[in-house]
């Protein structure tokens, strides 16, 4: 749908001021990174604000099982891992 982008998942994940934050984890079908700001800006002309994800997270590797199916716990430990470092 976006441009650039080779995969996603959206997931929950804790935040000390609202409870939970939806966060999208998203793999990029090149190396270089997309801007976080223009990946939401351009889901702005899709989905209805309340439901972007408060963040986009960059990954190498998407979570997901041989089956292809998205192993959602991993994505928030990996989700949880990369706010925690940033």
């Not at 899709?46 to 716990?73: E, F, T």
Request: glycine residues 10%; without cysteine.
């Amino acid at each position: 749908l976006l441009d650039g982008v080779d995969d996603a998942m959206v997931v929950g994940v804790p935040d000390a001021t609202f409870g939970h934050i939806v966060v999208a984890v998203v793999r990029m079908r090149s190396a270089g990174a997309a801007d976080e700001g223009a990946l939401r800006q351009a889901l702005r002309g899709i989905l209805a604000g309340y439901k972007i994800p408060k963040r986009i997270l960059h990954v190498a590797d998407m979570p997901r099982s041989d089956s292809g199916k998205g192993n959602y716990q991993l994505a928030r430990q990996v989700a949880d891992a990369l706010l925690t470092a940033a």
